[in-house]
RNA sequence: GGAGAGGUGGCCGAGUGGUUGAAGGCGCUGCUCUCGAAAAGCAGUAUAUCGGAAACGGUAUCGAGGGUUCGAAUCCCUCCCUCUCCGCCA
């Protein structure tokens, strides 16, 4: 949520930026209700004072039968003012909350995803045989097994298997190490003259399941298009840890000692894919469910930005680590999402497919997310002032397994083992 | 799921209809004292919003929402959460 003061005061700026991102605000309706609503305002604080006022005077007495009656008649008064203060009040929030948060202005114009652009590029190898997409390498039953899930649950459902589990554990313990030492942290933040805080990330199993009013202090992902509602409960399936960590510390005021929270967070994740019918139907791209480890950094607003680059930089160093091809997008105006002011992805390059597709991407939200988290925190002079929040992925699992299928496959239909992870499963060679 | 007890400021805790935004304590901040520290003493210490340059003042907030009342932290209703016992269970 945007700060409706902030759009009091940059009512061209507020309609040209939200352009950017392909929203049209309706800045003159917004400030027009915010006005009626405080044009209304002192009055009825005038009669709540007077209603204060009278009610005091009877602390050793007993009220007259007037007073009793002009006390009757301001509570009347006070309650119709206060419904209409309230449904204008409704009708303002609707219209805020469909104001996208404003990108910084590094963020590159554009219309669509076509104009992200590509800051670094990682060619691939050339292979001297034909790249088999990941669902072909191997047969149905040894690594995935798609045609059964979808007996037992549905389509996008899958069960791995075998080795690719294994290398799914392999992964997240390599991950846990890394991030939760501070010397590798305090390495990734000299190499980027970064001037931030060289904690570690602190690893966190999230609920898998959010109620209602948590999901949409979120500000992300349309709830109804992209997450399973419970039937009986008022609860949402976890579309991401991001929706349950972010909110961890809704309604509540921090002190800047605290300051920056990381967490690694891993989850469990639940998407309807609505509208996506047709798409990424073969293997394991585009799943109903996949596990995903991701960070979340509650920074102050001076070292968000910073924090921000920072996770680019774990993301980087994970991809090349896995020897992955992959390409460095800095998102458009468009494609950045409502709640962020910038945002970066990385694809990583599929052989069989013969394409860079989306398996990162890192969102700076500034402060547009707390604001509406009410997630605030204490300054060393005591004031109080909104939180910025930042989330990126370090691996979402389907897709970076899919990944290392399609790159470290050998032409006999093998799929090797990333020498980085050999540590870490075991002595296996090959899945 | 059944029965019961609760949810008050950063924390503990008092408060069952009337200057209670909330006693007292702890913590924290400042000052006094001290060479310094501790101790002690004094003062300050919620958030949001409106007015104001500020001082300050108004309004709202005692889990959330609604109700009763001239007046609600206190009474009533609904919901949420926590704890105890029983049941079930990884």
């Not at 114009?109 to 088999?132: R, T, Y």
């Not at 939760?180 to 190499?191: N, P, R, T, Y």
């Not at 639940?270 to 585009?286: F, L, P």
């Amino acid at each position: 949520m945007i700060d409706i003061q902030y759009i009091r005061d940059n009512k061209e700026l507020v309609r040209e930026k939200s352009q950017q991102k392909g929203y049209e605000v309706d800045v003159d309706s917004i400030i027009s209700l915010d006005d009626q609503i405080r044009s209304k305002i002192p009055a009825i604080e005038e009669i709540l004072k007077q209603r204060n006022q009278l009610a005091s005077q009877f602390s050793n007495s007993t009220p007259t039968q007037d007073q009793i009656e002009q006390g009757r008649s301001l509570k009347e008064q006070a309650s119709v003012m206060e419904s209409e203060i309230n449904d204008l009040k409704k009708q303002l929030q609707t219209l805020i909350s469909g104001v996208p948060n404003m990108p910084l202005g590094m963020v590159p114009l554009g219309s669509s995803e076509d104009d992200n652009q590509v800051v670094k590029k990682i060619e691939p190898l050339e292979l001297n045989f034909e790249a088999k997409n990941h669902w072909e390498i191997v047969d149905e039953d040894s690594l995935i097994d798609k045609t059964r899930a979808s007996k037992v649950a549905g389509s996008r459902f899958v069960y791995l298997k075998g080795g690719l589990v294994r290398l799914q554990f392999a992964i997240i313990n390599w991950v846990m190490d890394k991030l939760s030492d501070e010397e590798f942290i305090k390495q990734l933040i000299a190499e980027n003259n970064l001037n931030i805080s060289s904690k570690p990330f602190v690893p966190v199993l999230p609920p898998g399941i959010v109620n209602t009013a948590s999901y949409h202090a979120t500000t992300r992902l349309d709830a109804e298009e992209v997450t399973y509602k419970l039937a009986y409960d008022d609860m949402w399936m976890n579309a991401s840890a991001e929706h349950s960590l972010c909110n961890m510390y809704q309604n509540e005021i921090l002190l800047e000692s605290q300051l920056p929270i990381r967490y690694l967070g891993y989850a469990t994740s639940y998407r309807r894919e609505a509208g996506s019918y047709g798409k990424d139907t073969e293997g394991i791209i585009r799943l109903h469910q996949f596990d995903k480890l991701e960070m979340e950094v509650f920074s102050t607003p001076n070292t968000g930005l910073d924090e921000h680059k920072l996770m680019v930089a774990i993301e980087e160093y994970f991809v090349n680590s896995l020897k992955l091809p992959y390409q460095l997008l800095e998102k458009c105006t468009a494609d950045i999402g409502k709640p962020n002011a910038k945002g970066m992805d990385i694809e990583v390059w599929f052989p069989g497919q013969k394409k860079y597709r989306e398996t990162h991407s890192a969102d700076y939200m500034t402060d547009y997310q707390a604001r509406s988290l009410k997630t605030r925190y204490r300054k060393a002079d005591n004031s109080v002032e909104f939180v910025h929040t930042n989330d990126a992925t370090v691996f979402a699992f389907s897709r970076i397994l899919a990944a290392i299928m399609e790159n470290y496959q050998t032409e006999d239909g093998q799929i090797l083992v990333p020498d980085i992870l050999k540590g870490y499963i075991g002595g296996m060679e090959r899945l």
